[in-house]
């Protein structure tokens, strides 16, 4: 079982929609939590952070579910422009290396 | 500020060959660090750094050399290319801060490696 396990998509969704995604992690001693966004041939780019209480920014809600190990992002009013891949990283306190998932493609349609 | 910069977007290899990618950042960034990117996979650490003088191997190291001699600059060698190389290259850097190491990356553009 991979370390950090995503949904490769893509997840085909009208434009105006909400779409939600997942990224289950096997790791309990995880202790910080990302999402971040790649554009096609683009570097990727921090979306947001996850913490325990979840968090919100814009139209991007992100939350941490550690009793079932995963982190879920979810896009309200989605737009053309959030057509991407979604990496979610987490890592331990205790290194300094990061474990990243494949991502999830999302493409938003007119 | 320029961010993090590699240089060459784009290399072509021949089997053997070696070289350096460079990566610099201009951000004070404590924390540097190489990433491979193949398809289907997630991001791969190859070697990593936490200050000057300081690098330290990440999960996938073999065929590559690091060196941090200053705070600016890390660069990745390719001791000797093999097609096994081919991928696409990131440096990313970080300040811990109040975040420590886990704090969010910068990357640079990538680096397109083709080894033939």
């Known amino acids: 079982r991979k370390e950090v396990e995503q949904d490769p998509g893509p997840f085909n969704v009208p434009e105006g929609a909400t779409v939600a995604f997942n990224c289950t992690y096997s790791?309990?001693?995880?202790?910080?939590f990302f999402w971040y966004r790649q554009d096609c041939r683009k570097e990727p780019k921090l979306l947001m952070s996850?913490?325990?209480?979840?968090n919100e920014d814009g139209r991007f809600t992100a939350q941490l579910n550690r009793a079932s190990q995963y982190i879920s992002l979810l896009i309200r009013d989605s737009k053309l422009s959030d057509s991407a891949t979604y990496l979610c990283?987490?890592?331990?306190?205790?290194?300094?290396?990061?474990?990243w998932g494949a991502g999830t493609k999302l493409i938003i349609k007119p | 500020n320029a961010g993090v910069t590699q240089t060459p977007k784009f290399q072509v290899l021949k089997t053997g060959q070696s070289m350096t990618l460079q990566c610099a950042q201009d951000?004070?960034?404590?924390?540097m660090s190489w990433y491979r990117q193949d398809p289907g996979m997630g991001l791969r650490l190859i070697h990593y750094?936490?200050?000057?003088?300081?690098?330290d191997q990440g999960e996938v190291p073999n065929g590559y050399n690091v060196s941090r001699s200053t705070t600016e600059d890390f660069p990745l060698r390719l001791l000797s290319a093999a097609p096994s190389q081919t991928s696409v290259y990131f440096c990313?850097?970080?300040?811990?801060?109040?975040?420590?190491?886990?704090?969010?990356?910068?990357f640079g553009n990538g680096t397109r490696l083709t080894v033939t």
């Open positions: 990283v987490v890592c331990m306190d205790s290194n300094y290396q990061l474990i």
């Open positions: 790791n309990s001693a995880s202790q910080s």
């Open positions: 951000m004070n960034h404590e924390y």
């Open positions: 990313a850097s970080s300040y811990p801060g109040e975040g420590g190491y886990n704090s969010p990356l910068h």
């Open positions: 996850v913490y325990s209480s979840g």
């Open positions: 750094s936490v200050g000057a003088g300081i690098t």
